[in-house]
């Protein structure tokens, strides 16, 4: 009887899985540094009073100190969806990717990144701001939308679907053998 015996894992995914963990290193280093930006204009001290010299300075700094925690929380979503892709990614290399642990990891994945865009919209407008890549300022309007992040949440819903069908086709293909 002939037993198969997982297969090594390429080179090409061993790339990705050593880029997803410099991502998360990243991620986590961005969470860090969004928590500390933000306690840093709660308190008095001298880089919160230089950083604010040219501005309405009670303002920028109650605003400032929202979005390094809304950035904090953001980024702790995005280390755990990048968490759920390097464990659907092992699950790639060992050959076995349609198991209904995929499927829940990418449903999981979907509507964590769905209610963290909603969260990070409704923060932003009830904070006031609006982030562009350059600045922070008051918004005009009230609502921040990422279009692609909605993009990427249909794409992940739709992939998750894939997943369900894939591993239903291999049950029929294994009751019919």
């Known amino acids: 009887m002939d037993v198969a015996t997982p297969s090594k894992p390429k080179v090409a995914s061993r790339g990705l899985m050593l880029f997803l963990r410099v991502v998360q290193a990243f991620i986590a280093l961005g ?20 950083v604010l010299a040219d501005t309405d300075g009670e303002w920028m700094a109650r605003r400032l100190f929202l979005l390094g925690l809304i950035g904090a929380v953001v980024a702790a979503a995005w280390f755990y ?4 892709i390097i464990r659907l990614v092992r699950t790639v290399q060992h050959g076995d990717p349609f198991v209904e642990a995929n499927i829940t990891r990418l449903r999981t994945m979907w509507i964590v990144l769905a209610l963290t865009e909603v969260f990070r919209i409704i923060a932003h407008a009830a ?5 562009s890549s350059n600045t922070v300022s008051q918004a005009e309007t009230g609502f921040d939308i990422q279009l692609s992040t909605i993009f990427l949440v249909v794409i992940i819903a739709a992939l ?4 369900r069908l894939g591993v239903e086709m291999r049950r029929d293909a294994e009751l019919t053998i």
């Open 31 to 50: 969470a860090f540094a969004s928590l500390l930006i933000g306690f840093t204009f709660l308190f008095d001290n001298p880089v919160r009073a230089q």
């Open 81 to 84: 969806i990048v968490t759920m």
């Open 127 to 131: 904070a006031g701001i609006s982030v």
């Open 160 to 163: 998750s679907e894939a997943f």
